[in-house]
């Protein structure tokens, strides 16, 4: 690990966490002249002030040493939701294109914006939670219901959207899972 990517890390999981320097230095209490040292890498915080900084910017001490592969900058949230844009679009598109009932069109909007709720969060969460797996299975299992059992009366097309949209939502939570057998 060298100081210049110590340096960037911290800098990058203070961006992350949406924190100026100032927000950082008055949490930590040290100066915001400190904070950019620290980032400039033209000094090294001690370890107590790694783990504060750590628990602030919601990461490992071994991710912003370099220590593992998860870093921030690369968030696995990031990774993890490979899958949510191209879901997304292809739920726009299937919105915008097919004719179907009022009654649909309302469920084609909600799950849109469910999606961008989700891909939202994802964006700003350095570690996945629980609860965010658990929200993107939901979404994943309410989207393959709707293209089975037809509940709703939908057309073939927009089934086969639902369908190939759960999958994909379903494999992104698959992804994450994946990644953390692996690392364990």
């Known amino acids: 690990m060298s100081e210049f990517s110590l340096a960037n890390n911290l800098k990058n999981a203070r961006q992350l966490q949406h924190l100026t320097q100032q927000q950082v230095a008055d949490t930590l209490y040290v ?21 504060s900084l750590a628990q602030l910017y919601q990461v490992s001490t071994d991710s912003l040493l370099d220590l593992v592969s998860e870093k921030p900058g690369k968030v696995v949230g990031r990774k993890s939701a490979f899958l949510l844009g191209p ?32 891909l939202w969060q994802h964006q700003r969460q ?10 993107d299975s939901c979404v994943s299992l309410l989207m393959i219901l709707l293209a089975t059992s037809n509940i709703l009366k939908i057309p073939f097309s927009l089934q086969v959207i639902y369908l190939l949209s759960g999958l994909g939502i379903a494999a992104t939570v698959g992804y994450h899972y994946w990644q953390k057998l692996i690392a364990s």
């Open 87 to 118: 879901v997304l679009a292809m739920l726009i598109i299937g919105r915008l294109t097919v004719a179907t009932s009022a009654m649909m069109l309302i469920c084609s909007d909600l799950l849109i914006v469910i999606l961008l709720g989700l």
């Open 31 to 51: 100066s915001r002249q400190t904070v950019s040292t620290w980032e400039t890498g033209r000094n090294l915080p001690d370890p107590l002030m790694m783990r």
């Open 126 to 135: 350095p570690q996945l939670s629980s609860w965010l797996l658990k929200l």
